[in-house]
């Protein structure tokens, strides 16, 4: 089941703050963030696993609320290079879904000067 | 390291071919994953291959189908292409097993249209 973002588009001026929130209804493994650009792949920017351990860049910080199988990504002091759609595809704990992202539909994220 | 490579980078079909695309991972990485992706139904799973084995496949009828070469290398097909089809086929690689606990390298994609 895919899981949902919210909101589907912010707009912000350099410099402003930002959190994209990704939420399951199923129980997750880890949640993955990444950053898409018009006309390019999907860049990484952060694991978040369950059991509390992150991996990502050191610029984004993210959250994930296991109890609750929330993750909240969290952009401060915008930069125009931030503008993108930002994607977060999540793994179900255990079953046959060992390994497999399910990716949820995306927010839009536009940084203006 | 040279990054995920897929070619071709763009495809023009006609509806009833078939077509195959090529994925090649990062150095060392035995996982591929391939994702559809539209601006309908976003970034969905199709399969993922670690070790020459289809481990996990998504819902896409059997037209859609793959494989896994010794050197890693992954193809995917798709016969008796449909409108529908016309999307950018997305591979991403990982060292471990699919996207578990790991980062999955995203290629840059193959557009394809169908026409």
């Known amino acids: 089941q895919q899981p949902v973002q919210s909101p589907q588009a912010v707009i912000l001026r350099e410099g402003e703050d930002a959190v994209i929130n990704c939420s399951s209804s199923?129980?997750?493994?880890?949640v993955h963030w990444y950053r898409q650009k018009h006309g390019e792949a999907p860049v990484f920017l952060m694991i978040?696993?369950?059991?509390?351990e992150q991996k990502g860049h050191e610029k984004i910080s993210a959250s994930f609320n296991e109890k609750k199988q929330q993750s909240s990504l969290y952009l401060t002091a915008s930069q125009l290079s931030y503008s993108g759609t930002y994607f977060c595809?999540?793994?179900?704990?255990?079953?046959?879904?060992?390994?497999?992202?399910?990716f949820g539909q995306g927010t839009i994220l536009t940084v203006h000067p | 390291k040279a990054g995920v490579t897929q070619t071709p980078r763009y495809l023009i079909k006609t509806r009833g071919q078939q077509v195959t695309l090529s994925c090649s991972p990062i150095?060392?990485?035995?996982?591929v994953s391939w994702y559809q992706q539209t601006p309908g139904q976003g970034l969905q799973f199709l399969f993922e291959?670690?070790?020459?084995?289809?481990?996990n496949k998504g819902n896409f009828p059997g037209r859609f189908s793959g494989r896994q070469f010794s050197n890693s290398r992954s193809e995917m097909n798709v016969s008796t292409l449909e409108l529908g089809d016309s999307a950018l086929y997305l591979c991403?690689?990982?060292?471990?097993?699919?996207?578990?606990?790991?980062?999955?390298?995203f290629g840059p994609g193959t557009r394809l249209t169908v026409l």
């Open positions: 150095s060392g990485h035995r996982s």
């Open positions: 978040l696993l369950k059991g509390g």
């Open positions: 291959y670690f070790s020459e084995t289809q481990r």
């Open positions: 991403a690689s990982s060292s471990g097993v699919g996207a578990r606990g790991d980062t999955q390298y």
């Open positions: 199923k129980a997750l493994y880890s």
């Open positions: 595809g999540t793994e179900r704990a255990g079953g046959t879904s060992y390994g497999k992202l399910t």
